[in-house]
């Protein structure tokens, strides 16, 4: 079988650092939303229900003090309902989330050729199409992915750094009978 040169090696590795930070960023920027999205809709109920429940006492009191603070928890309620329209937190979760799992997919995609070419199971112009293929589809999944708040970043960073995500080594015996193990230790 014709050698795969360390360049193409290479290149897929880069390329599963590339899409394994997106869907890392992207996953924690769907949480963001997530939080957001539930933050304002409780305070929208909220302020609805002393909304109304000011509306009924102005009814049956004569009460500046009420009137003013109705009016204010009113207008608490309009701000939250159109930011959840405008912003539409709920929508952006969602798109940042497909866009984790697409990159997800793409990551397992690229070890498993990364995998093909360390065994040299691949012969060099499949491991090339199959790498152009990748690229394609990241390309196609880059484009539903939302701009990241720098924190989300800075939070993907750490996680990854200090999680150590893709080490199992610690976990392999909690998982694999010793008999199945190779180190069987």
Known sequence: MDQIDEGMSKEVQEFIVNVGWTHKIQAIQASKYQFWAGFIEGLQIIASGITASGL??????????????????????????NLLKTWNP?????????????HWNLQHRALHLLQMINRKSILPNEAELAL?????????????????????????????????????????????????RRDND
């Open 56 to 81: 009924i006492g102005m009814i049956f009191v004569e009460n500046r003090t009420i009137k003013i603070g109705t009016a204010f928890v009113a207008c608490i309620s309009f701000i939250a309902s």
């Open 90 to 102: 709920r929508r952006l979760e969602k798109v940042s989330r497909q866009a984790a799992v697409e």
């Open 132 to 180: 152009k293929s990748l690229v394609a589809d990241r390309s196609a999944a880059n484009d539903h992915v939302v701009n990241a708040w720098q924190r989300s970043v800075s939070l993907a960073r750490n996680k990854l750094k200090a999680g150590r995500d893709n080490d199992y080594t610690d976990d392999i015996p909690y998982f694999i009978p010793k008999y199945l």
